[in-house]
């Protein structure tokens, strides 16, 4: 089945220790999101990829970057996480925009866990 | 740009009843809304979505309404189960572009 991948489901790291969190899609979408999501919270959008176009959100911290180095594959790296960056991470996708382009399709999700 | 508001952030029902979910939007050049419902360790699944061409679609126990003059469009869950409590979230496009969710309603149903 066509499906968007999370690894690692869930990550621990060091504070202030680099990590990167990676997506994937079968789905062949131009989109691609990351978004955080912090208990009981809704999920808050990081930046998105449309094909190779990045867009960063204006309240995104520099700490959060993200890499897409091709149509299937997105990684979120967190370069100096703080104890504030304890969340679930979420990736979706989505064909494009407009009308029922919109649809966006979730990962499972990467639960990061900071020490 | 658009800004997406729910209510309420809490509802509990007794097994059997009907449960209502709104959100309100504003930009009147939004023409797509999805609701989307997420399960305690997992990712937001779509369960029903409407586009502005229509005033409401129903899937079984599941309906969305949508009055576009008043902004505004609902989630509608009819004889509800033990496994519908989970965490259902609207969303609206940002100027056509990327989603924008409300804040969630946790939906508890009780047996």
């Known amino acids: 089945d066509a499906m968007v991948i999370q690894n690692p489901r869930y990550q621990v790291t060091q504070f202030g220790k680099p990590v990167t969190l990676s997506c994937s899609q079968t789905l062949n979408h131009n989109v691609m999101y990351w978004y955080q999501q912090k208990s009981s919270q809704a999920p808050k959008l990081l930046f998105h990829y449309y094909d190779k176009d990045f867009n960063n959100e204006a309240d995104t911290p520099d700490n959060f970057q993200s890499r897409r180095p091709n149509t299937s594959f997105c990684f979120l790296d967190i370069r100096s996480p703080g104890l504030g960056d304890a969340a679930m991470y979420l990736c979706?996708?989505?064909?494009?925009?407009?009308?029922?382009?919109?649809?966006?399709?979730f990962g499972p999700g990467t639960r990061l866990t900071v020490l | 740009g658009e800004n997406v508001e729910q209510h309420p952030s809490t509802l509990s029902v007794q097994e059997g009843d009907s449960a209502v979910i709104k959100c309100t939007y504003s930009?009147?050049?939004?023409?797509?809304f999805p609701w989307y419902k997420q399960e305690l360790g997992k990712g937001p699944q779509l369960i029903i979505d409407?586009?502005?061409?229509?005033g409401e679609k129903k899937d079984q126990r599941i309906a969305v309404t949508l009055n576009k003059t008043a902004k505004h469009f609902s989630l509608h869950i009819t004889e509800t189960q033990p496994e519908d409590s989970a965490v259902y979230f609207c969303a609206a496009p940002r100027a056509g572009t990327a989603l924008i969710f409300g804040k969630g309603t946790t939906l508890s149903v009780s047996s």
């Open positions: 979706a996708t989505s064909r494009g925009w407009g009308g029922a382009y919109n649809e966006q399709f």
């Open positions: 409407i586009r502005s061409n229509v």
């Open positions: 930009d009147s050049a939004s023409n797509y």
